[in-house]
T-cell receptor
């Protein structure tokens, strides 16, 4: 069965600094990896996904993620954080079959002005 | 186009009661998935439906059930509510099942059991 680990419950970063939100995964077969963001009292919004191809995936709002097969990681990054990036971030994985999307427990990002 | 619509947005129920939550997917989307979100457990998968058929089911007790109608709208029902059922219930739709298809989430129904 697939699983996702987000090792940090909370990440704090100063506005303008680069940010990284970590994610590692476990899946049999090829992984299909996703990042979502959740703002207070809202559902999840899609940021980006990796299915195949380039290991660096670019997504919405200036976010990108790097797929590393040997380290089974899919860390979310942004070169320059904004206060408005403060939210809850979820990494998710599914395998190539019809299994459901499995989410990590989420990482709360706080960007301080 | 309209997004995923979940009704109601907020609900307060008493232990032992039952509740029905509704989800209307994006027009043209035929797959609907349900998740329970709690602070301690994160997002836990409940069910996935496609063309009125349950394709996947999570590890929840039989008190949790769901269905999908011919217009792709979906409902989930929780019977004999327990305090631990208090959570945000999220519905997500996609064009069809399969890993290539991304999910679009609704804003959720926040259920409080007292």
């Amino acid at each position: 069965a697939q699983s996702v680990a987000q090792p940090e419950d909370q990440v704090n970063v100063a506005e303008g600094n680069p940010l990284t939100v970590k994610c590692t995964y476990s899946v049999s077969g090829n992984p299909y990896l996703f990042w979502y963001v959740q703002y207070p009292n809202r559902g999840l919004q899609f940021l980006l996904k990796y299915i195949t191809g380039d290991n660096l995936v670019k997504g919405s709002y200036g976010f990108e993620a790097e797929f590393n097969k040997s380290q089974t990681s899919f860390h979310l990054k942004k070169p320059s954080a904004l206060v408005s990036d403060s939210a809850l971030y979820f990494c998710a994985v599914r395998d190539g079959g019809n299994t459901p999307l499995v989410f990590g427990k989420g990482t709360r990002l706080s960007v301080i002005a | 186009k309209a997004g995923v619509t979940q009704t109601p947005r907020y609900l307060i129920k008493t232990r032992g009661q039952q509740v029905t939550l509704s989800c209307s997917p994006i027009s043209g989307h035929r797959s609907v998935s349900w998740y329970q979100q709690t602070p301690g457990q994160g997002l836990q998968f409940l069910f996935e439906y496609f063309s009125e058929t349950q394709r996947n089911k999570g590890n929840f007790p039989g008190r949790f059930s769901g269905r999908q109608f011919s217009n792709s709208r979906s409902e989930m029902n929780v019977s004999t509510l327990e305090l631990g059922d208090s959570a945000l219930y999220l519905c997500a739709s996609s064009f069809r099942t399969g890993p290539n298809y991304g999910y679009t989430f609704g804003s959720g129904t926040r259920l409080t059991v007292v």
